[in-house]
């Protein structure tokens, strides 16, 4: 795959953090009608440029996520993808030597959630706290794999505007499956736990490249 161009990366995540602050403040206005109309006309001749531009290689349109391209689909992640603007994002890099499990390597991360992920008042909604464990736990396999089961015990309410950080590791493997454990914190006091069983494909991955890439994103 080819890499990505510096400049149209540094472009597209300018574009996403704007549209991120539409979306956060959305929900925390009240515009008339009038406004509402016109910045539709403007987001809907936006929208027509998009759609007339040509679609990016290894897109929903031809491959799924589970498709392996660790140089692209982080970008495009629904919940660390820098350049996706329904993702918080969630920051992940990984730490050897720092691990609970026997894969001797702990995925640290840390998220921030907006305004637009408000559940009850001043906190997360925690379907989004699970999609951020799955991201989580998913990404901290070190390998494909798809998700099984995904269990979470919420101790505390998660806080919007604040930034949780995040820890998971492999705590044991057998065969193709693999059971994956973490946790967030705010302040070092436990909000949630969570444990995922996932499955790899049976043609396996790029374990390095996965690795590499995910670094090169989140600047670690």
């Known amino acids: 795959m080819n890499p990505v161009d510096p400049e149209v990366a540094a472009a597209e995540l300018e574009l996403a953090n704007e549209l991120r602050r539409i979306v956060n403040r959305m929900v925390l206005v009240r515009p008339s009608a009038e406004e509402l109309r016109a910045a539709a006309t403007t987001a809907r001749d ?7 531009l040509q679609v990016r290689p290894g897109s929903v349109l031809t491959i799924s996520e589970a498709g392996l391209q660790p140089h692209d689909h982080l970008r495009h992640s629904p919940w660390s993808g820098t350049s996706n603007v329904i993702a918080p994002p969630v920051e992940l890099w990984f730490v050897d030597g720092e691990a609970d499990g026997p894969e001797g390597r ?15 008042p001043g906190h997360a909604h925690g379907g989004c706290v699970a999609g951020v464990f799955d991201e989580l736990l998913g ?27 995040l820890c998971a590791w492999v705590e044991r493997t057998d065969g193709r499956k ?26 396996g991955a790029d374990q390095d490249g996965i690795i590499a890439s995910l670094n090169r994103v989140s600047g670690h």
Request: proline share 7%; glycine share 10%.
């Open 178 to 203: 693999r059971w994956v454990k973490g946790t967030a914190k705010l302040d070092g006091v436990l909000l949630v736990e969570a444990e995922g069983l996932f499955i790899a494909p049976r043609e």
């Open 106 to 120: 702990r995925t640290s991360g840390r998220v921030v959630f907006g305004t637009a992920y408000e559940g009850p």
């Open 139 to 165: 990404r901290s396999q070190l390998r494909a794999g798809f998700t099984g089961t995904l269990t979470l015990s919420y101790r505390r309410p998660t806080p919007l505007l604040e930034p949780v950080d």
């Open 46 to 52: 936006f929208a027509d440029r998009l759609e007339q």
